[in-house]
């Protein structure tokens, strides 16, 4: 510091304790050379700080008379020489304060005995506010607990915290920015004062002293406040009961960017020590440290929150596009069990009622799953839905969607689909498939067969044909359509339900769609049991009732 250096050759050698005394407030004013000194013309509160630390360390008011005197004369030599425009010692009577006062208030150590024994407890208690910061996830818990920890450690017993409004790691929308732009984040055992009127004396403007001193820069490190107007004035009109007479402040930074500041105050007005404003010091750096990875959480968890609302959105949509129940058709009992992997499904199946008495099903696995594959399902329903009334051919229906796919370019994901019209005056069934798996019919007998057909997916080639292929279903026969989802369904030990299966579970199954398809719910239950389900699962059965 070339000021420093000029200060010391213009300094004669009998004044030598001049500079002895100002190298000593600088480094207190630096913690020990961690800061860079800047003298300004608004040190007075740092010069009243620092007083009040020598004050309560013990010197004679002759030593402290001294130290005042040398830091005068310190601060009238930066203005004489262009280093400051105005020196503090100018605007305040900065002894005044600690000379005149009859009785000084004690001092609060929160850690006591031999300078050993005080620093294994000191980093006992930063190790406890360690944990206490690891347990806390989010912000407003990690505040709360850090508050509630120190006071624990420290022995003391009212605390609060308060964040510029563009902290950037609390979240305050929905409420206005206070005019001296500082939230209340949290506070621990309030005095009656300070309580009332919903915390009126801590939160209304102009910012306080602590706070200036913050936005200016000043407050760097753990620091006795005396002149807080916040706490004058609570006290007047209580005689001094339930209230506070001064607090300690630590400034709170995150990523070299002050954000706040903590303070803390004793039940029967203490002034805490040197020791404590170091500790205080270094739990507010802990806390700047765990803010990062509570604000990281802050921000998952709300991303989390609106990511699984679009998602149950998108659920309820998709939902929609299901039939609500299952239609009656004379001679006929239907039932469909529809399973996504996730929130959202590519699966789908529908039921449209056509013209002249007849009734379209249909079953398709748009290729992936979760919201990309439910939003491929949505665009292809519309495309199905726009031609089915008017399209009597299953084969010529899948060229026109397939058509529209290709056209839509859904970067090469593809759609396979059977799908069915039924004629139930004459019981005949007309189906095409489109890459799909082909359903199994269990006859009136017993016996199971997989239907014939095949089909290139939807979506992939343009010029893929389809084939139109007839059933007939006779009294007591079923069709179950499924989805791969159903095949591919492991077990604990990975093996997959298979076709074989499949086709052993619908042979032992009830004819009628209802208890088929709870027959075969639970012949996969018992398959999977535990295993986690990753594919969409679909089973839709139409069966003709005996007479």
């Known amino acids: 510091m070339d000021f420093l250096e000029n200060f010391t050759e213009s300094t004669s050698q009998k004044d030598k304790i001049i500079i002895q005394d100002v190298l000593d407030f600088i480094r207190w004013e630096t913690n020990q050379g961690e800061y860079a000194f800047k003298p300004h013309a608004n040190d007075d509160v740092a010069i009243r700080t620092y007083l009040l630390d020598c004050r309560i360390r013990g010197p004679s008011r002759s030593i402290l008379s001294r130290i005042a005197g040398s830091l005068e004369h310190f601060y009238s030599w930066l203005k004489t020489n262009g280093w400051i425009e105005e020196s503090p010692f100018e605007k305040f009577n900065l002894k005044r304060q600690f000379f005149g ?11 006591q005995g031999q300078p050993e024994e005080r620093e294994i407890a000191r980093l006992r208690a930063l190790n406890r506010l360690a944990e206490s910061t690891n347990l806390a996830p989010d912000v407003r818990s990690l505040l709360d607990s850090t508050l509630e920890t120190m006071l624990g450690v420290m022995t003391l017993h009212t605390a609060w915290i308060s964040l510029v409004s563009d902290n950037g790691i609390l979240d305050q929308s929905g409420h206005p920015t206070p005019e001296h732009k500082f939230f ?34 000043q407050l760097k490190r753990g620091v006795n406040i005396v002149e807080c107007s916040r706490l004058h004035d609570a006290l007047e009109g209580k ?17 070299e960017r002050t954000i706040g500041v903590m ?17 205080l010091t270094a739990g507010a750096k802990q806390l700047g440290s765990a803010l990062e990875r509570a604000h990281l959480y802050d921000l998952i968890r709300k991303e989390h929150g609106r990511l699984e609302m679009e998602l149950n959105m998108a ?35 529908n039921i449209f009622k056509l013209p002249g008495g007849r009734w379209g099903f249909i079953v398709a696995d748009i290729c992936g799953k979760g919201a990309p594959a439910a939003l491929r399902m949505a665009m292809t329903h519309g495309l ?39 004629d139930p005056e004459h019981s005949h069934l007309k189906y095409a498939i489109a890459g799909h798996p082909p359903p199994f019919v269990r006859r009136q007998d017993g016996r199971v067969e997989k239907l014939p057909g095949r089909g290139m997916a939807m979506g992939v080639d343009p010029k893929a044909i389809y084939e139109d292929i007839h059933l007939e279903l006779a009294p007591g026969d079923s069709l179950v359509a499924f989805t791969d989802g159903v095949t591919d369904a492991n077990s604990p030990s990975n093996e997959a339900y298979d076709m074989a299966q499949l086709r052993t579970a619908i042979a032992s199954a009830p004819a009628h769609a209802n208890a088929l398809l709870e027959y075969l719910q639970t012949t996969l239950v018992d398959w999977v049991k535990e295993a986690p389900n990753y594919d969409d699962m679909t089973l839709l059965a139409i069966n003709r009732m005996q007479q």
């Open 239 to 255: 005689n001094g009961k339930g209230s506070l007479m001064f607090h300690a402040s630590v400034p709170i930074s995150l990523n």
């Open 184 to 217: 209340l984040a949290a506070a621990r055992n309030l005095p009656p004062s300070l309580e009332k009127a919903n915390r009126y004396y801590l939160t209304r403007p102009p910012e306080c002293h602590c706070q200036q001193l913050l936005r200016q820069g």
């Open 263 to 279: 303070n803390f105050a004793a039940e029967d007005w203490q002034l805490l020590s040197a020791s404590d404003l170091q500790f």
């Open 101 to 111: 006062l009859r009785r000084f208030w004690p001092k609060h150590d929160a850690f």
């Open 384 to 422: 199905i839905r726009e031609r089915v009334e008017e399209e009597p051919s299953p084969a010529a229906l899948l060229t026109q969607v397939n058509q529209a796919l290709c056209e839509l370019d859904m970067d090469l994901e593809f759609v396979t689909s059977f799908y069915a019209i039924l």
């Open 315 to 349: 659920r309820k949509m998709q939902v929609s596009l299901f039939p609500d129940e299952m239609p009656q058709i004379a001679g006929y009992s239907l039932a469909a069990f529809w399973q996504p992997a996730n929130e959202t499904s590519g699966d789908y199946y």
